[in-house]
């Protein structure tokens, strides 16, 4: 466990290999600040890793998920493009690329970890936590929870995954846009009827125990075949329905070598509980 | 007719140009053996070539719509990867990598036959039931419909296609995922809930008796724009909305010079109901 | 403004920079002549290059949105592929697949002049009106509307957009097939349950001022955010995540030299309505 | 021919279908102005509409091929980025952007017109002159002809072409790179060693004359089977072998209705020398 | 053996596991017929699953490679699009692009075959020839070898496989476009020099020699290690660099499990001559 | 300079700005260990972010560039797969491809620096050193040098670049895949003839010394343009022509805002020697 001490992230990790991520940032209202997406990145390309970690649960501490990008600290930062006139706008730009990349890629890695992320959303959620909750798998809320795609209103585009993601997630495109171009308020309510979220609770205690119960379900499962599974959804979506059938094929010539399909087949026979052994 | 002739499959083509596939193995809850997808395939191919099929039903008899995979067969078959342990597993998977394409190209059969499939779902659909129902154009249940992504309880991920097609088929990325990660079980309400299922009817009966409406009415279209129609929105899923456009135009250069447009059109104008001869 | 001057289309600008477009052939239900579509790719390309435009609406005049394609006219041009049966095939349609392909880029100039646009639908919207609202990013509809996608009634498959934009506007692949092979009519309400349109109002007039309104709201924002955010919703549309993000580190690499930024988030600390030059 | 006046290019087409476009800014060592692209696009785009040019050559008057970009203009054009340092650079970037696209559009139009387009280069060919030789199919030079990637000698990457089509167009990348970076002359005998042009000829008149006979052999051919042919190669080089062999299909499936075949074909078994009318 | 006896070709292979095919319509100069590449397509697809062959040689009997295609046979075939004017363009387009896919997967199928294919050529090899040639995976020619790419000369463009892969064969693009829109002859030497084939011999039975040598050479290498690389390279020409990286390490997770390595790592530390199972 | 400590290399940077990287394990034939080429991923990656490089050259000392693999180090490392039978091969499998897609990542870390790296091939060059100079962007060579594919000899196929990057390095693709099938010999003579090197040299001192040259004057380029340029070809490499020029738009829009063009233009018109400040 001593491997998981961040600053903005609390870790906890059960018996049963459901690691709980909490942002831990409240006197800031978990706004993102570098470090808090930097340990996202490590964080959850450590548990790519650890076969100990087979779900993760994703929730904030405090008043609400996130209040977005810390533009205290972007006012000073690498974003502040314009304080400093004199700089080569070309040089700075080959700079300012790579820090993009590099911020796009922490939170990707929630992606990348291969273990099914579910996201537990309170309060508000705002900017780059909608890049954050889009690049997970499932999501679940508290019914005060509202979302705001507040990037047009800093004056840019979400650069950070919500316009790669956030269409591919739910199936209403004429949505996706409206809120995209207007960043209005959307209620947990309407987030659940666009499917944003899958399941709405009286609090986020409830949501937290409720994601808490889906993990560990997860978890109970071959982690050969759960992160098999998700591996194959991200590489499906990004490309053919033929090219993900071929990458499977290999995929699966290999994975089918696991122990675990003979002990799930019998004990799906038997009537028992499989027990799977970590990754 | 005589051409149509399965084991595990019942095919029957009405004068209109419906040809209904009933899926056949009732005592083993129409689970998939090595000989049903085979067949599924040929079947499919077959209705590529055949003019006399403008629209194909699949349903299933007996208890349900299909128990999943063939365990039985499955343990002592090509799946077994377990059974004889001294193998070179690498020459194994060159030969098992085939075995899944072959098995995955019988289930494409459905989509690549040009001809639109309405898949009519009652009792359990389980397993490699969702990687067919994936594949057909429209679904349609009868109320005691239910449906499982049960592949992780047998320790692998689904290779057949649902991966591929279902996050494509609905549009709630959250709620594929949950249900691909947990195995858990779909009502017939939730599924059309979701939009994986169109509507819902009373019995199978219903069912079969609605999707055969619906079938005769798209084989009185013309058949050039059908298949067409079919064939495009294949396309245009795996590409770019421009490629799609740009192949559309070739597509349409050649098949406007169908004599069903003007056909279509004089009846548009006339008022009277069109009659277009087969492919 | 005398630059918008058309036969078939009225436009006029706000001082806000919002253009609504009319589309005006009451007479002949708004059916879309050749003159017609030309005008539409004309007025949106010129629409990119506008700085006075942040946003646009379309809607259309009399009786309903549009009856679909000019078919009188159609049935002496260049689609009355049957008129001269004397002609090189080969030949006739390497100059019909140019015909298309042109056709096709006048509408997709909705997608590509990076303003966004809401359509307006009220009473039928048949056959190219999905192509051209499909193109549309945010579509209101009056509650008396209904939709057709009326292709395969004249016998072809849609070749204007709708296979290719639709499946990806709307999450609900078994309904957009059902509706496509078989050209039934789609009420407003069913229309809205699946995602075509956003918000349904009592009359045309009520859906024009709402969307006046949304196009009001979006041209108040920065004018870089919101193209910079519709150029890449519709590149990450069309690519993988990975792709859609590292374009979007090029693009914002750029983009972040705005002064919208510095005057946007200074107006969100102040709390005053921040005001962006045009484009 | 009165279609095709120009101010910066002369063309002429003879009654075999060859169009002979000669750049004709001798004074200017042909440096290329906005006028001269714009003249170039408007010229290969009318080619692909008209069914007498079957075949064109390219070729430049005066001392040499091209000197490259008018740096005159650009000094004072959209290039000159640095020229008002107090604009927003993201609005400027949006519509620069827009501008080097509009370039880029107009050599590619060299690609696009499906008619084989012969380059003859003599004395120098540097800059936005290896972007448009790269453009045209088949290469031929005088003795006295050298090349220079001259871009980075004047701060930047080429962009209107090189860097996507050179590297396909000779399988040399260390050699192509090398010339890219370093904006090294090339020889006209190693220009030929590496691929980058067919033939050699001892005069700019002789090497003209060989193009003018290689384009008056493909305009004997079938112009169904040549633009096909150009068609094909350009849409096979941008797609997978597999993707490549599905569009052919279509395409083919067309094609082989025009009559030139059975014409071919019975000139091919009788030995005579077939006559094609024009596309 | 008996399992590979055709009409049209010589099978015979060694005990080392090289496939010797010979065409063998040496009266029709080896004219392709129907049969000719159905059974092309059928022994290639067998050698995929047949162990016992570890590379294969495609040699012909005669006077030459082939004529190409068999023109009398085509006169009366599916090609003959012509003959009978009263059909619907549009359903004999469906039927024929059918034909022509079926023919690409024929010839096809030495490339899908996994392991690798010589092709040896002597004298003529026209039209249907070089899309054979192109897909296999090295050539070698006698002296006396001709090349056209004959099909402008009957009126359309090659459609079985040469403007996909001839382009990727060899990396002169100008010299690539002119054999393909000139249909003109070119020599042995030509070919060496432009890299269509890697070594020239003096006589037809010298080619096939040194081919024979050159695949008991291969035979004798790790089958694993042989259909992987094969495989891996057709993979990665069609993808991106990144991808193809992708794929070649999930590829080799799973083939890195043959008992072939640590067989010839010791043999290589040992310096004595690894023997490997078949595959 | 102090930040380039590697056991395995050493690295000089010249105060003209060029790069100078030494394989230095001698003993060891320079033998790739994992630490070797960690520490080459990480020595490239340092260079993207240090304006201080602009350009790199990468030798080896001792006797050759180097013998492959350390097939030491591989015996009990992670490739060593059949060491310990009893593991569970599909969890194995999911850790063992972590590995190679980290190595891999290494080496492409050459690619992805932006800076032209030039490679200076001496003696032996196997195995894993043609996935290195394949990355790279030019090579050059002493006369004793000679390449060997070496992988299918240690019964596995290439999987750190040599099948991705050699086929689009060499445009001889027969050439490619009989060295890929046999692992022989290639010599220096060979190797330039191909195209795989560009130039050869008396000795590996004559090379190194031509190499550092080309690298000085690459060096003393504006840098905006020289790491714009790799970057655009390596993205047009792996992209369509049209998206290659897509994406070089919008990267010039940026990189035209560069002081390095009026700098350049000037020094062009003045017949001076430009200076440009680094990255």
Request: aromatic share 6%; hydrophobic share 40%.
């Amino acid at each position: 466990m001593s491997n998981y001490k961040f600053e903005c992230l609390n870790v906890n990790i059960t018996d049963e290999g459901v690691a709980h991520v909490e942002i831990n940032r409240p006197k800031a209202l978990n706004a993102f600040s570098t470090q808090t997406w930097t340990e996202i990145g490590q964080c959850f390309t450590q548990f790519k890793h650890d076969g100990n970690v087979r779900c993760a649960v994703l929730s904030a501490s405090g008043r609400m998920f996130t209040a977005g990008l810390d533009l205290k600290e972007a006012a000073t930062g690498p974003l502040a493009t314009n304080s400093t006139e004199d700089v080569d706008r070309a040089r700075r730009g080959y700079y300012h690329r790579l820090f993009i990349l590099k911020f796009q890629d922490a939170i990707s890695a929630i992606e990348t970890c291969n273990k099914p992320v579910i996201a537990v959303i309170h309060g508000g959620c705002l900017g780059i936590g909608i890049d954050v909750i889009s690049a997970c798998d499932i999501r679940v809320a508290a019914q005060d929870a509202y979302f705001i795609v507040k990037e047009v209103d800093i004056g840019m585009a979400a650069d950070i995954g919500t316009l790669q993601r956030l269409p591919k997630v739910v199936g209403n495109d004429s949505w996706v846009r409206e809120v995209c171009y207007t960043a209005r308020k959307v209620s947990a309510q309407e987030a659940q009827a666009v499917g944003l979220v899958g399941s709405l609770h009286a609090s986020k205690e409830a949501a937290l125990a409720a994601a808490m119960d889906t993990a560990s379900l997860i978890a109970s499962k071959s982690p050969v075949a759960v992160v098999s599974t998700k591996h194959l959804l991200n590489y499906s979506r990004d490309h053919t329905v033929q090219e993900g059938l071929e990458y499977t094929a290999i995929w699966n010539a290999l994975a089918h070598n696991s122990k675990d399909m003979p002990t799930a087949i019998m004990a799906s026979l038997q009537k028992t509980k499989p027990q799977f052994p970590k990754l």
